[in-house]
């Protein structure tokens, strides 16, 4: 019944999402690039580390990151809306613009990792069915996604790699929408029949727990691809669009932590970032399958959006004399050396720091643009986000740290 329910549920997503004229309009395919990086590996992972962390507090955990996910976004909202017009016409004075541009740097670095790591995640879902727990062999895979995500780019531009990440996102709201069905089914069922059967765990803080809490930043990461579409949206179309995109983020994130609840103390044999799996074996055979492909299409989506990410920076960076179809392969090239060099808990430290960089950097010329307007107390709420940013790059620390 809870397996037919999430199954049904994920199949009339689909074809409302995959309709066309969902799929044509240009405020979802502006919404879908951010949304499909905030929600790329979160949903996976965010649950065990949270779990083990804050036990059935971890919903409580996750609202706190997505809180200061959107007064980041703020920041990165007022330069769409205030820098942006002043760097284009060159009156943007030297601080904030020298500010902005090494902000698209570290951005830049942190892009090409996040898209190693998203890929280096989607090759190990897609390998786990067969066994294959083999690093090369992960690396292998990555190594085939990108040459295909580069030469797809470079043969077909721009709107061709959104269009798979447009494509890419709907499969997984479709997935996710099935568990969340899925799961508040079961919930509702044992809370009714047999309150003592769901594995209820209390609910805990430490305060060594705040370092790891503040490093899983990238969890919620994501939403600045907004600021880089280059020209193909408006300026207000992607303020309006990176809003609904995280607060659409946060009602999955929310809504999927409260009905994964009862599951939180049951016990796992993978503590790996395949543990979610395990954790979802005693409810339905489906959902686990459902996770997998909800693993496939969420880091295929969030490494093409963090793609197109990075491909509009740099294009935005080179002053328009780098062809955005260009990008792409070297996007490509540069994220395989990555995967090569390191392995995912290296990825997902060096990621984790660069956003955070990114982030108090941008909250430093929105604290710049706010001043110069004559806004004093804006300025004020963005320099305290800068300090809170720089406090996450000095004291967060990997969950594999924890």
Same mark, same amino acid.
């Given at each position: 019944m ?5 199954i ?14 969902t ?14 990086? !905030?929600i790329?590996?979160g ?42 017009p ?7 004075? $030297? ?10 740097l ?9 898209v ?9 879902f897609?390998l ?11 690396k ?5 996604l990108?040459?295909?995500? %580069?030469?797809?780019?470079?043969? $077909? %531009?721009?709107?061709?790699?959104? %269009? ?48 790891? *809490?503040?490093?899983? *930043?990238? *969890? ?19 303020v ?7 607060l ?21 044999v +993978?503590h %790996? ?25 969420s880091?295929?989506?969030?490494? !093409?959006? +963090? ?8 294009? +935005?960076?080179?002053?328009?004399r780098?062809?955005l $179809? ?8 540069v ?6 060099e390191? +392995?995912?808990?290296?990825? !997902? ?27 004093p107390g $804006?300025a ?11 406090a ?11």
């Open positions: 809870i397996g037919v329910a999430a049904l549920t994920a199949l009339a997503l689909t074809l409302c999402l995959f309709h066309p004229r799929v044509g309009a240009d405020a979802w395919r502006a919404v879908s690039t951010p949304l499909a990086s !905030i790329g590996s949903f996976l992972v965010s649950v065990p580390i949270l779990r083990d962390l804050y036990g059935s507090w971890a919903v409580f955990a996750m609202a706190a990151l997505l809180a200061v996910a959107y007064l980041v976004g703020s920041a990165v909202r007022n330069n769409i809306l205030h820098v942006e002043l760097l284009a016409n060159h009156d943007a004075g $030297r601080p904030i613009a020298s500010i902005e541009r090494l902000s698209h570290v951005l830049a670095f942190a892009y090409f990792v996040s190693a790591y998203y890929l280096v995640l989607f090759a190990s897609l786990k069915p067969f066994g294959v727990h083999n690093g090369i062999a992960v292998a895979v990555v190594t085939v990108l040459a295909v995500i %580069g030469s797809i780019g470079l043969w $077909r %531009g721009f709107r061709a790699v959104e %269009g798979l990440e447009v494509y890419a996102v709907a499969s997984k709201l479709a997935v996710i929408g099935g568990l969340v069905a899925g799961l508040a089914l079961f919930a509702g069922y044992t809370l009714f029949t047999d309150p003592a059967a769901q594995s209820l765990i209390p609910g805990k803080f430490e305060g060594g727990s705040i370092p790891v *809490l503040l490093g899983l *930043l990238i *969890l919620v990461q994501g939403f600045e691809t907004s600021r880089f579409l280059g020209d193909a949206y408006a300026p207000e179309l992607r309006r669009t990176m809003k609904v995109a995280q659409l983020a946060a009602a999955i994130y929310l809504v999927f932590f409260l009905v994964m609840t009862p599951l939180l103390g049951v016990s796992t +993978d %790996g970032v395949a543990e979610i799996v395990d954790m979802l074996r005693p409810v339905s055979l489906v959902l686990p399958l459902l996770v997998l492909l909800g693993a496939l299409a880091q295929s989506s969030a490494a !093409i959006a +963090d793609t197109l990410g990075a491909g509009g920076l740099i294009h +935005d960076f080179g002053g328009s780098i062809a $179809r260009h990008t792409y392969p070297l996007i490509a090239l994220a395989g050396v990555v995967t090569w390191t +392995d995912v808990y290296a990825l !997902i430290t060096f990621a984790s720091r660069c956003f955070a960089v990114y982030y108090a950097l941008q909250c430093v010329v929105a604290t710049l643009s706010a001043a110069h307007r004559g806004e $804006r004020g709420g963005f320099a305290s986000l800068a300090l809170l940013c720089a996450i790059v000095v004291f967060g620390i990997p969950a594999e740290g924890g």
